[in-house]
C-alpha cells in the first residue's frame, strides 16, 4: 500500500498566480494549465491578449507532461525522440492525436517522487514557457507543499 497526493483548485490557483506573474514580468501572453494526475485539468488561464491556439496547447503539454511523467521537449530528444516513425514519440502523438505535445512547455508536479499533476504553458518561445513552468514548480515547492505539512 503507498499513499497517494492529490492536488486540489486551492493548490493549482497558487501556482496559476506564480506562473502569471512571471508572464507578466517577462513580458510574454501565456495561456498556463495545471492538471492533475489523470491528466485532466484542474485550473487554466489565459492571459488578457494571449493567442486562441494556446488554451488547447497548455492542455495537451499538461496532458503529455502528466501522463508522461516527464518534461514534454524530452520527447524531441533520443532515445525517445525526435517524433518521426520508428521513435517513441511518433506511436504516442498517433494514439493521442491533438493531445499529445512534443516540445517546450509541458512540466511534471513531482512530490515525494510521485508525478501527482503537470503543467502546461504556451504563448512565448521555448525560454519563456520553462521560465513560466519553472514558476509555478517553485510556487509549488515553497508555498503549496508547505502549507500541507
Known amino acids: ?25 517577462i513580458g ?6 495545471i492538471a492533475d494526475d489523470g491528466a485532466h ?10 493567442r486562441l491556439t494556446g488554451v488547447d496547447i497548455a492542455i495537451a503539454k499538461a496532458f503529455t507532461a502528466a501522463g508522461h511523467q516527464r518534461d514534454t521537449h524530452k520527447f524531441n530528444e533520443p532515445p525517445d525522440g525526435p517524433a518521426l516513425p520508428g521513435n ?5 502523438s498517433h494514439m493521442h492525436p491533438g493531445k499529445f505535445a512534443v516540445f517546450v512547455g509541458g512540466f511534471p508536479i513531482v512530490h515525494e517522487g510521485q508525478v501527482i499533476g503537470a503543467v502546461g504553458v504556451s504563448g ?14 517553485a510556487a509549488f515547492r515553497e508555498k503549496v507543499v508547505p502549507a500541507s505539512a
Do not use: W
Not at 7 to 19: H, P, Q, V, Y
Not at 28 to 33: D, E, F, L, S
Not at 88 to 92: M, R, S
Open 1 to 25: 500500500m503507498y499513499s497517494i497526493y492529490r492536488l486540489t483548485l486551492e493548490d493549482a490557483l497558487i501556482m496559476l498566480e506564480a506562473a502569471a506573474q512571471e508572464a507578466g514580468r
Open 124 to 137: 512565448g518561445n521555448g525560454e519563456q514557457d520553462k521560465a513560466v513552468g519553472a514558476a509555478a514548480l
Open 28 to 33: 510574454v501572453k501565456q495561456t498556463i494549465c
Open 88 to 92: 517513441e514519440a511518433f506511436g504516442i
Open 41 to 50: 485539468p484542474i485550473a487554466l488561464h489565459r492571459m488578457t491578449g494571449a
